[in-house]
């Protein structure tokens, strides 16, 4: 239901695109987030966008740098990623919620798109 795309191997500094489409939720009654998890971590919240797109939120050591929006008629989210660095490398996990509360647990999002490899390195 859900389809993360867009990473790859990036150097240090540079940029990257995630974007995450489904075929049944919106972003007016759904709120959508970007986890990570880096090898042998435990997966952590980056980022979620709801009320339509109009609330956004970010976990402290990518704010600035990341930026989530979201095509309501797309069905889509993305992942804006600029001055990346390696403690950014991990499989990036889009997640959505029932409803527009702000979330960010793990278990707060009920589905799961498979996850797209993001490596920063030189």
């Known amino acids: 239901q859900l389809q993360a795309s867009g990473g790859g191997l990036v150097q240090p500094g540079g940029s990257l695109r995630l974007s995450c489409v489904a075929s049944?939720?919106?972003?007016?009654?759904?709120?959508w987030g970007w986890f990570r998890q880096a090898p042998g971590k435990e997966r952590e919240w980056v980022s979620y966008i709801r009320n339509s797109g109009r609330s956004t939120c970010y976990r402290d050591s990518v704010k600035g740098r990341f930026t989530m929006s979201g095509d309501n008629a797309k069905k889509t989210v993305y992942l804006e990623m600029h001055s990346l660095k390696p403690e950014d490398t991990a499989v990036y996990y889009c997640?959505?919620?029932?409803?527009?509360?702000?979330?960010?647990?793990?278990?707060?999002?009920?589905?799961w798109g498979q996850g797209t490899q993001v490596t920063v390195s030189s």
């Open positions: 997640a959505v919620r029932v409803g527009s509360a702000a979330a960010t647990r793990i278990a707060d999002y009920a589905y």
């Open positions: 049944v939720f919106d972003l007016v009654r759904y709120t």
